[in-house]
């Protein structure tokens, strides 16, 4: 007698190969990813920095980010502010990007640089920059060293 088993039934009874363990990481983030890390003023202050250049410092991010808040030249900012940024910074904002694959975040150096979903997220930020958050964009565009 011919062997007739389903085809549907030819299942791996391996408990590892799950289809979530079998797919690779995402080579795009899903759009809530994209508005997670983009979700908070200072993400976005920090995104803009990376519009400008793929590389900082932690200290000359978050200088740069009191500035933006404060409306003063990065010369003005005082230490107080700078910390208040740095902290936060280090222990919600750039973890998060860090996750999401945006940014990655070397402790030993305390260097910031994009990542491989850096270009997407930038991308969407300046897509939806001008029409949903022009204030904040017309003003982290605009020259704080004066």
């Not at 995402?26 to 519009?51: I, S």
């Not at 973890?95 to 070397?106: C, H, Q, S, Y």
């Not at 402790?107 to 270009?119: G, L, M, Q």
């Amino acid at each position: 007698m011919a062997d007739e088993s389903d085809p549907d039934e030819d299942v791996s009874s391996d408990a590892s190969a799950s289809p979530e363990a079998q797919l690779p990481p995402p080579e795009v983030l899903e759009l809530d990813p994209v508005y997670e890390a983009l979700g908070h003023p200072r993400r976005r202050y920090l995104c803009y920095t990376l519009l400008e250049d793929a590389e900082w410092s932690l200290t000359d991010l978050a200088t740069k980010i009191a500035a933006w808040e404060h409306d003063v030249p990065e010369h003005a900012v005082t230490r107080d502010q700078r910390q208040e940024v740095y902290i936060s910074l280090y222990h919600a904002h750039i973890p998060k990007l860090a996750d999401e694959g945006v940014i990655t975040f070397d402790e030993a150096t305390e260097r910031i640089e994009t990542a491989e979903h850096a270009e997407q997220v930038l991308t969407a930020l300046e897509g939806m920059g001008a029409s949903l958050d022009v204030n904040q964009e017309v003003h982290a565009r605009s020259d704080m060293n004066e």
